[in-house]
């Protein structure tokens, strides 16, 4: 699939279909109820839907005798929204680096506000590792570190207004690693307490990796877990010493915060770790480590296998993206 918006799986239902087999099925059609292989599976031509349309794509396998669709045990089963409208889309959050409203994705597929942020989210699952690997490793450097998101106190109504107590009451906590050259791996937390953090470490960073952190977090507990551990003291002016410094993950934090308020204005709380992962995936597979668009949409669209989100599971804290 190239990145061009002329392609034709951008546009036509048919080649868009025929991308996404050739895509999931590289070696023929594999049912979705057994898996049987090609060659018991064979292809239904003329049957109809209950208001009398053909059913385009449809196949049924001779061992189980079950009907399916290349969009059967993904994402975008029982979608009413064409398929190519689906890989247009896709296609847009993956290349815009600071991601895109479901108001210009309304406004550009030409389907409704609601329709656009629910697709939103539901590309944001295919985007989300389900079974993720530590990043770093042996001679490999993770910066940590932790940022607030929210709007400022004297943004928000009166009795919203928090007016006593610490800059960033009220916000939500993001702690983040960031793998220099490599991933970028994010979580929404309570505190960054060594209670909170230290798990996340454990189950997320390498520990043949060096860790580095400014003085702020609590993680003194976990300076034997890696090769290596070091911290740059920006309270004393210090921002840089050597290899020493958390500027990467301080840049990931920009594009992230930038985002957030140029592009989506406001995410809840609900569905932070849904914006947190689709700015890991695209942050993870950026061009600098030689993936590009094209590339990227395709990753995205293999994350789709496998997983269901309905409309009302994701409704309740509804962001208005």
Request: hydrophobic share 35%.
């Amino acid at each position: 699939m190239t990145a061009d918006l002329t392609n034709p799986v951008f546009q036509d239902e048919a080649k868009a279909r025929e991308w996404l087999e050739a895509s999931r099925w590289p070696n023929g059609p594999v049912c979705a109820h057994c898996k049987a292989t090609a060659e018991r599976v064979h292809r239904l031509v003329g049957v109809k839907d209950k208001k009398g349309r053909e059913r385009q794509g449809l196949y049924q396998c001779n061992e189980c005798h079950g009907q399916f669709t290349v969009m059967m045990g993904t994402l975008y089963e029982r979608s009413h929204i064409p398929l190519h409208k689906w890989l247009l889309a896709t296609h847009l959050m993956t290349s815009s680096k600071k991601g895109m409203s479901a108001h210009q994705l309304h406004r550009m597929l030409g389907v409704t506000y609601k329709t656009a942020w629910f697709m939103g989210h539901r590309i944001r699952e295919g985007m989300t590792d389900t079974n993720p690997s530590p990043i770093g490793g042996s001679g490999k450097i993770i910066e940590a570190d932790e940022s607030f998101v929210g709007g400022k106190e004297g943004n928000k109504h009166r009795i919203k207004r928090k007016l006593k107590g610490r800059g960033y009451d009220g916000k939500d906590m993001v702690f983040s690693l960031v793998e220099r050259g490599g991933k970028a791996r994010s979580f929404h937390v309570q505190s960054v307490s060594v209670k909170e953090l230290r798990p996340i470490l454990m189950a997320h960073a390498h520990p043949g990796s060096a860790l580095m952190t400014d003085e702020g977090h609590g993680l003194s507990m976990v300076d034997k877990e890696f090769a290596r551990r070091e911290m740059v003291r920006h309270s004393k002016g210090e921002y840089v010493r050597g290899d020493i410094h958390t500027n990467t993950v301080e840049g990931f934090f920009s594009i992230f915060k930038r985002g957030v308020m140029g592009t989506y204005h406001h995410v809840s709380a609900q569905h932070l770790k849904r914006y947190l992962a689709e700015f890991d995936f695209r942050y993870t597979n950026r061009a600098s480590v030689g993936v590009n668009d094209a590339m990227r949409a395709e990753k995205a669209l293999k994350g789709i296998e496998g997983k269901r989100l309905t409309y009302r599971r994701i409704n309740e804290g509804r962001s208005h993206s």
